[in-house]
């Protein structure tokens, strides 16, 4: 299946590209694309984030009072969601939606590579800075460049501070989990030659979602 849906993608992708005549700009409009698609079950996520993280008080209160009867608060905090109308595993599932996806577009980038052999975009171009800094600037989209892997993992940390945290000791840990994980991506795609048309994908996607995180925690209901 992951096969099928990589192949729409590249398909796709030269679709776009054959009207944008660049496959930097077909990234950029293709990650456009599919943020859209996704949405309605990212804005879902963040709802489910924001009634969780508000019933977060009553939800201690309840483990507190119940905690020597586990069937009892269990009963109770379904109880709770329903009066509410939380549904605790909705901040799950559209996850288990935009992986397929996401790792699609991955498998798509990397197996046709050399798609992006001759694509160019802003700084990634055969230049004199590039033949200066071989190893840190790449000369097509197809190769490894530094600061688009820089780029990348600063929206991705930027992006995993903003999901909101259920408490205080969960906000410390998410804390030190968006390090870990920018610091552990980072690595990945430079040790392991990720082709920055795949990053650029990435960043832009990465960038949108840190736009619709800020509006949809800023508004008194992102329903």
């Known amino acids: 299946m992951i096969d099928s849906v990589a192949t729409l993608m590249i398909s796709l992708l030269r679709g776009i590209e ?17 943020k859209l698609l996704l949405y309605i079950p990212t804005k879902q996520q963040y709802q489910a984030m924001k009634d969780m993280q508000k019933l977060q008080p009553e939800l201690a209160k309840l483990q507190e009072k119940y905690k020597d009867d586990p069937q009892t608060m269990q009963q109770k905090q379904m109880e709770l969601y329903r009066d509410h ?25 990397m197996v046709d590579q050399h798609l992006f052999e001759n694509a160019y975009f ?11 800094f071989p190893n840190f600037l790449a000369s097509s989209l197809a190769g490894r460049d530094l600061p688009m892997i820089l780029f990348y993992g600063l929206t991705m ?14 906000a410390g840990q998410q804390k030190q989990m968006a390090l870990i994980m920018t610091v552990m991506f980072t690595w990945m795609m430079w040790a392991y030659n990720w082709p920055c048309a795949l990053i650029l994908y990435w960043s832009v996607f990465s960038l949108l979602t ?3 995180q800020a509006v949809m925690m800023k508004s008194p209901s992102a329903r």
Do not use: D, E
């Not at 009207?19 to 456009?32: I, K, M």
């Not at 700084?123 to 200066?132: D, E, H, K, T, V």
């Open 18 to 34: 054959s009207v944008t005549h660049s496959y930097g700009l077909a990234l950029v409009v293709f990650a456009v694309c599919i």
């Open 85 to 109: 109308k939380v549904n605790p595993f909705m901040g799950c599932l559209p996850m288990l939606i935009q992986m397929p996806i996401l790792f699609a577009i991955w498998r798509a980038i």
């Open 122 to 132: 802003m700084w990634i171009y055969p230049g004199p800075l590039q033949n200066l």
């Open 157 to 170: 940390y930027l992006s995993q501070r903003l999901t909101p945290a259920s408490n205080a000791q969960a």
């Open 210 to 212: 840190i736009v619709q």
